[in-house]
């Protein structure tokens, strides 16, 4: 089993407000694209590989045993920037041939300093209703995930160790509001889009 330290930036254990998620932009395979992603007890719940292919137009989120959980894909317009997540059932397919959910990231023209993102459900979810924003700034490895008006579920920052030192730029920290309305593959899943938008991965 792969671990990293749990002992940096972990939610201390009677908080039952958030869980942290460290987020490693590096795939597992050599010289591979992609990203890790480790729970608070340094354990893998999510890893994407792309292989040798950066910024592709179809991107697998997988575990640690790579069985594929959700598979996104983009779809280009000539303005906007659109990604769609399908889940997967147990088998390896597709349980639905509509999208779950799709991401739109508005105009470059009308946002230069920051990169907006809205998130849209299919008619037959039942959050369809809660609308979800994501919210970066250009140049930054940080972002939010707004749900609703105005409430902050989950953010990515720069990893810090124990000691207050900033780690470098591709070990982020996720922290994800502990409820049972949010669903941590999707917001995963954002974040993952997120990167794949800003070039990352």
């Known amino acids: 089993m792969f671990k990293v330290s749990p002992q940096i930036n972990q939610t201390p254990a009677n908080s039952t407000r958030e869980n942290t998620y460290t987020i490693w932009m590096k795939s597992l395979l050599f010289n591979g694209c992609g990203c890790t992603i480790f729970n608070s007890d340094g354990e893998i719940v999510y890893r994407i590989d792309n292989y040798n292919k950066k910024r592709g137009s179809q991107v697998q989120v997988m575990n640690l045993?790579?069985?594929?959980?959700?598979?996104?894909?983009?779809?280009?317009?000539?303005i906007f920037e659109q990604w769609e997540g399908f889940r997967w059932s147990v088998s390896g397919e597709m349980t639905r041939q509509k999208a779950w959910f799709n991401v739109r990231r508005e105009c470059k023209i009308l946002r230069r300093s920051m990169t907006s993102c809205h998130v849209n459900?299919?008619?037959?979810?039942?959050?369809r209703e809660n609308c979800y924003?994501?919210?970066?700034?250009?140049?930054?490895?940080?972002?939010?995930?707004?749900?609703?008006?105005?409430?902050?579920?989950?953010?990515?920052?720069?990893?810090?160790?124990?000691?207050?030192?900033?780690?470098?730029?591709?070990?982020?920290?996720?922290?994800?509001?502990?409820?049972?309305?949010?669903?941590?593959?999707?917001?995963?899943?954002?974040?993952?889009?997120?990167?794949?938008?800003?070039?990352?991965?």
């Open 133 to 201: 924003r994501i919210v970066g700034f250009p140049g930054k490895s940080g972002l939010k995930i707004i749900r609703g008006e105005n409430k902050l579920v989950a953010e990515v920052k720069r990893k810090q160790s124990s000691s207050g030192v900033i780690l470098g730029e591709d070990v982020l920290s996720l922290r994800v509001e502990a409820s049972p309305q949010i669903n941590h593959l999707l917001i995963m899943a954002l974040v993952i889009v997120y990167g794949l938008i800003e070039q990352k991965l």
């Open 65 to 78: 045993h790579g069985e594929v959980l959700l598979l996104l894909r983009r779809k280009r317009f000539r």
């Open 121 to 127: 459900f299919g008619s037959d979810d039942k959050v």
